[in-house]
């Protein structure tokens, strides 16, 4: 019988499984023939699910929204794929990459996608996750880096990006030059508009290169300060997989290694309904493409693969923005000698942004040394950190032991064991004159249909993190220990219930937290999924901790009050037909701080996403109506955007909220985008404060993008 009506009759059969991502629902029979305009809402779908508890508007996830894209274009051959390509997929466990790799270890290569039906942990709900990604082949296909094979074989993508808010902001309205002079920080230096470009060379999952340049509004564009056109410029080499050489980094690029507390560059996800993601997975080095200006190294990495032993070196040296607060004037150059703070917004629109722009050069070398099996991997990494300025901090009391040295150095041993059904993984950091960093944590599957998860972390109040992302409530790696227990459960056929409860102590002060504290967060989504065209959600999470008292004391230190957010939430996504989707949400929340008025907040939205396979437009659409007391009890929701394009706005005081994103197909290798929204608020006569700030009550933003495939 051939492959695609067995699929169909096994999917038949199991209609009623759930899903926690709506895409993987497609049979296979039409996979090969589905089109672009769909593979953007699968990886958008997955990247929404990853980051949907987010609390950042505008945060940049291109690097993931990379991997996956690469790996729909150019499926992962499960018999040749190694341990480490299965792990950058990032939909697999490492329990069922063990069981995946011991299957075909002991059984010989995959004949079809079926046999995947047969291993541990592969029911059809993961394998539909997997099929728009990965193939079966026996073909060796081994690249071979020719110039003609790069020039034939390769594929190359510029992308060009415009977007500006259309309503006046005071940084760009007009004034006079004797009011400047006076004020040189009361106005932004260059025009509203931002501007981004990209371009990229990719040849299979081996060669890499390319370049990046933004401008963000209020940023001068060829000249002033920036005569040499965009703020930010980003370019990268980077070769993998080839011989002995495991990866190759030149220019900009990532490195992570662990579970990210001795050292992690770039984003990693938090605490979300899928419990499998407080697990890190460790890349080593990878090419840099995004615009965070800070999260990224420049100068160059190599990795060596030697059998079962990968040694990893890195180096960078990367200018930095910073606060200075001594600059030698006597010289040409105004050296500076002292910064208080280093600066991570990457915005230079006024005189003291400009003057604050890379400040400092900050040089970091390091590497990694792993001992890595199918079921087990023991890694040491060490990596030292240096300024070319002296460091002088703001001390204050909840800050007291945190670094103040131009110099740090930092130790780490990490590991991840595969015992049966269980995965054990963890690291412990040490602080070179300072304090430690540990966390461990187990993922177990006891059933097809039950698995559990468990993470226990304490870091010191004095653990001087160079770049690290630890998973934790606190925004550092520092004065926090905490214990998180999680379950997903599929008590029916057609339900999965997802939950985790995270309980977590600062033992010393934090910023507007005078005393040690604690508190706790949990969350439970229960799934419903009666059809593959239907599938609803539940959910409620609360979180509660401990902040200052707001009532104002005449003497002594601000006693404690608890804090307490409780939200709410109903999801459904229904799908009419192969071109029309609807998707919704109600959203209410509940925000109490004791000694404070009880607030409350709600959203209401409805999109409408129209994707036909034969016409090359597509559209989605959103229409929302929010109404929260204040910022406090602000509410996020993911916004489909534009092509690499992330929103993650707030919505809070009241109001609507729409947008229309168009694409439209141009011809082959060939797409453009435009997208509009605004925000109409009923009780604000002015939006936002301080250079931001729009007289009025409508914030509207326009963004057009065109791509070339090539």
Known sequence: MPFSIQYKICLTQNLSKFSFVIFLLLPYSVFSQIKEEDKNAIIEKRVEYLVEDAEESDADYTTIFDQLSYYYDHPLNLNRAKLDELESLGLLTSIQINNLLGHIEKNGKLMTLEELQTIDGYDMEVIKMLLPFIKVS???DSPQ??????????ENTLFLRYQQVLEEKKGFSETTDSALAASPNS???GDPTKLYTRYRYKYGNHLSFGFTAEKDPGEEFFKGTQKNGFDFYSAHFFLQNQG????LAIGD???QFGQGLTFWTGRAFGKSADIMTIKRSAVGLRPYASVDESRFMRGAGLALEFGKFDITAFYSNNKMDANISVADSSSESSDVLEVSSIQMSGLHRTFNEVEDKDAIAQEQMGGHLSYKTRRLNIGITGVHSKIDS???????TYSQFRNSESELTNLGLDYNWIYKNFNFFGEYSQSIDGGSAFISGALVTLDPRLSLAALYRDYDRDFHAISSAGIGEGSTVENEKGTLLGIVAKPAKKLTLSAYYDHFVFP???YQINAPSRGYQYLAQLTYKPSKKMEMYVRVRERNRQENTNV??????????HEKQTNYRYNYSFKISESFKLKGRVELVNYDKEENPFETGYLIYQDVVYKPKSSPFSFSFRYGLFDTDSYNSRIYAYENDILYVFSIPAYYHRGTRTYLTVRYKVRRGIDFWVRYGATFYDNLDVISSGLEEIQGNTKSEIKAQLRFKF
Do not use: C, H, M, T
Not at 244 to 247: A, L, R
Not at 552 to 561: A, F, R, T
């Open 552 to 561: 104002d004391l005449d003497e002594g230190i601000d006693y404690l009050v």
């Open 244 to 247: 002995k050489i495991k990866q």
């Open 145 to 154: 880096l020719s110039l003609n094979e790069l020039v034939k074989n390769g």
């Open 508 to 510: 010393w002060l934090k």
């Open 138 to 140: 026996s073909n060796v």
């Open 187 to 189: 106005r932004y230096r």
């Open 390 to 396: 002296d460091f002088a901090p703001n001390i204050q």
């Open 253 to 255: 690029y990532q490195a």
